[in-house]
């Protein structure tokens, strides 16, 4: 019974902690989407506080700090969105698909979720 109860009480101080762990985006891919961001993003949008170019639309993108203020804004989300054509006979102004590589949507995903803390 001893052996249980200090189970539970691991699992109750350990389990938050590792969630937050999963939650955490890897550093790595933070840098790498920050940079293809830059590189990619930044043609349409202010991709980084950083960004060297201003973006060539007359009228730019929703800032990515702005797009990850937003209450509904999540990875998955965020995620499903940059996979699929929002630009189309009824809104031909919206943003083409991407058609990024699934590492380099992580990638963005764990940059810009890294900007809302």
């Known amino acids: 019974m001893h052996v249980l109860a200090m189970t539970i009480i691991i699992c109750w101080l350990v389990g938050p902690a590792l969630a937050q762990q999963a939650q955490t985006p890897d550093a790595d891919d933070v840098q790498k ?3 293809l961001a830059v590189t ?3 043609v349409c949008h202010v991709a980084a506080p950083d960004q060297r170019f201003a973006p060539e639309l007359v009228s730019p993108a929703p800032s ?5 203020r937003r209450k ?4 998955d989300s965020l995620m499903h969105f940059m996979t699929t054509t929002h630009r189309g006979l009824d809104n031909p102004a919206g ?3 991407p058609e990024l590589m699934d590492y380099q949507i992580k990638e963005i995903v764990a940059y810009m979720a890294s900007l809302r803390k």
């Open 33 to 35: 989407g920050h940079r």
């Open 40 to 42: 990619l993003c930044g």
């Open 64 to 68: 990515f700090a702005s797009i990850v």
């Open 72 to 75: 509904e804004f999540n990875a």
């Open 95 to 97: 943003m083409p698909n």
